[in-house]
């Protein structure tokens, strides 16, 4: 038995032993259940593909971020001149992230339970889910933009009601360009990685999250100039 798991073990990525073959015809199991107990299984090849999987894309993920916070040194010394400015950033960075992350986590469910088609732009379920997403980041914006607008006051630096519109506009336009762009990301990219045989998740959560930070950065910042 023990040398039955060696084999098993040994065995490359894509290719199975024969007895999972007569394992998976007697009981009924579909080719993606094998996959998973073969890669995640005892004596499986886990730890190795988590690293190999992992590791180009965590470096990616920083690569992307730190050049989202060389577009923002740019712009310090208008952020500075508006305090809300500078407590939205963070914010706004984790809503989107997060945003990405859902969104990821969602369609890979709806992959994998077999609910996305090839023409999937017609799919009721993700209609449904971007404009929900959209609302989200429409109410988050206010609710974020009021809150930098409450602490700067509470804090000694007041902002007129000009400068508040600007700010529920920017913060607003940010969320909602951001939850479009990472909402197609997740959708194009998911399909391509999962036609290729792999779990889009392993990948799409970090690559969109990474995005979200360097995109809210780049797409807040650029709107700060066009508003202020």
Known sequence: MRNLFKSLAKKPRRRYHPLQHKIKEKH????????????????????????????????????????GGVALEDMRSQFAMVLPLIMIVPALNHMVGSFGTIVASRFTTALFQGKIRERWWKIHFLHRLF?????????????????????????????????YEKLIM?????????????FN??????????????DPNNFLIPITTALADFGSLIVFAYLVTVFF
């Open 28 to 67: 009924g199991l579909s080719k993606r259940t094998v996959f998973f107990m073969k890669e995640y299984g005892p004596h499986s090849h886990v730890m190795t593909n988590i690293l190999r999987e992992s590791v180009p894309i965590v470096l990616l993920s920083a690569i992307i971020s730190s050049l």
């Open 170 to 182: 920017t913060t607003m336009a940010s969320a909602v360009l951001l939850t479009g762009l990472i």
């Open 185 to 198: 990301i997740s959708v194009v990219g998911g399909l391509w990685i999962y036609k290729r045989g792999e």
């Open 131 to 163: 404009w929900m997403m959209f609302a989200i980041a429409v109410v988050s914006a206010v609710y974020v933009a009021s809150l930098a607008a409450i602490a700067s006051l509470l804090l000694g630096s007041p902002i007129d009601v000009a400068v």
